[in-house]
């Protein structure tokens, strides 16, 4: 399957994106720096979640300014804009950096709703069959256990 197959569309704050899926020489490194930014903010947010959702909620953004860089946002906002599309009217306009600009001024909820959709495209997959098979080895872990 080509990466045309992959191209995944969703309406954010009114706006339809279109995303096409980083290439293996691009996505790998990405997925890496994800993982440095998401690893412990779940982990944050597992240790909060005793108290409830807003103590798990404060325990991420105690965590976040840590582990999210202006870098980091720059970086992901390149490297997604380069593969995303927005329509506008009748016309498909790519949402490469100097698009960013005005299209997202004002409106920082659409901005990281768009860069939850790109990790989702992106990264949905891996983290889904690694989920899947952290249980598959806990049901295991239980069954010998229990022999």
Same mark, same amino acid.
């Given at each position: 399957?080509?990466?045309?197959?992959?191209?995944?569309?969703?309406?954010?704050?009114?706006?339809?994106?279109?995303?096409?899926?980083?290439?293996?020489?691009?996505?790998?490194?990405?997925?890496?720096?994800?993982?440095?930014?998401?690893?412990?903010?779940?982990?944050? @947010?597992?240790?909060?979640? +005793?108290? *409830?959702?807003?103590?798990?909620?404060?325990?991420?953004? /105690?965590?976040? $300014?840590? !582990?999210?860089?202006?870098?980091?946002? @720059?970086?992901?906002?390149? +490297?997604? *804009?380069?593969?995303?599309?927005?329509?506008?009217?009748? /016309?498909?306009? $790519?949402? !490469?950096?100097?698009?960013?600009?005005?299209?997202?001024?004002?409106?920082?909820?659409?901005?990281?709703?768009?860069?939850?959709?790109?990790?989702?495209?992106?990264?949905?997959?891996?983290?889904?069959?690694?989920?899947?098979?952290?249980?598959?080895?806990?049901?295991?872990?239980?069954?010998?256990?229990?022999?």
């Amino acid at each position: 399957m080509g990466l045309e197959e992959r191209i995944q569309q969703r309406t954010i704050d009114g706006t339809t994106y279109e995303v096409t899926p980083l290439t293996f020489g691009v996505g790998h490194k990405a997925l890496l720096r994800f993982i440095k930014i998401a690893g412990p903010l779940l982990s944050a @947010a597992l240790e909060g979640k +005793e108290g *409830g959702y807003e103590n798990a909620a404060a325990s991420i953004f /105690k965590v976040l $300014p840590a !582990v999210l860089t202006e870098e980091d946002i @720059a970086y992901f906002s390149r +490297e997604f *804009g380069l593969r995303t599309r927005y329509q506008d009217g009748s /016309k498909w306009v $790519p949402l !490469v950096a100097e698009n960013q600009e005005i299209h997202f001024a004002g409106r920082y909820s659409a901005f990281f709703g768009w860069m939850r959709f790109c990790i989702e495209v992106n990264f949905g997959g891996f983290f889904g069959d690694l989920m899947r098979q952290g249980s598959a080895a806990v049901s295991l872990q239980g069954e010998t256990k229990a022999a």
